[in-house]
C-alpha cells in the first residue's frame, strides 16, 4: 500500500512562491512515478508536473513550464513542488499523485494523497 501525505499550501499575494512537499510512503513507492495535479473549483482536474523516483526525466504542463519546478529527496521518500510567480490562476486543491508516467500526464493515478490548497490573492 502507498501513501501520500501533502503539506505546504497556503495563501499567498500574486508574484509570491510557495514550495508544496509530499511524503511517501510503501515498499513499492520508487516503482511509481511520482506527480502533482490540481484541480479548482468548477474545473477539471489538471496534470501539473512529475518526477520518477530514478533519472532525471522531469515532466511539466504548460502553463506552469518555466515557473513550477518539483524534484525528489530519495533518502527521505520526498517529492517537492516549488511554485514562483504565483497567479490567481494557480489557485486550486494540489494533489500528490503516484502511478504510470504516461497514465499521469494524462491525468490518471494509482495513488492519491488527500490535497493541500494553494489559494493565490490577487
Known amino acids: 500500500q502507498v501513501q501520500l501525505v501533502e503539506s505546504g499550501g497556503g495563501l499567498v499575494q500574486a508574484g509570491g512562491s510557495l514550495r508544496l512537499s509530499c511524503a511517501a510512503s510503501?515498499?513499492?513507492?520508487?516503482?511509481?512515478?511520482m506527480g502533482w495535479f490540481r484541480q479548482a473549483p468548477g474545473l477539471e482536474r489538471e496534470f501539473v508536473a512529475s518526477?520518477?523516483?530514478?533519472?532525471?526525466?522531469?515532466y511539466y504542463a504548460d502553463s506552469v513550464r518555466g515557473r513550477f519546478t518539483i524534484s525528489r529527496d530519495s533518502a527521505k521518500n520526498t517529492v517537492y513542488l516549488q511554485m514562483n510567480s504565483l497567479q490567481p490562476d494557480d489557485t486550486a486543491l494540489y494533489y500528490c499523485?503516484?502511478?504510470?508516467?504516461?497514465?499521469?500526464?494524462?491525468?490518471?493515478?494509482?495513488?492519491w494523497g488527500q490535497g493541500t490548497q494553494v489559494t493565490v490573492s490577487s
Open positions: 510503501g515498499r513499492t513507492i520508487v516503482s511509481y512515478t
Open positions: 518526477i520518477p523516483w530514478g533519472g532525471p526525466s522531469t
Open positions: 499523485v503516484a502511478g504510470d508516467r504516461i497514465r499521469l500526464r494524462a491525468g490518471h493515478a494509482e495513488y
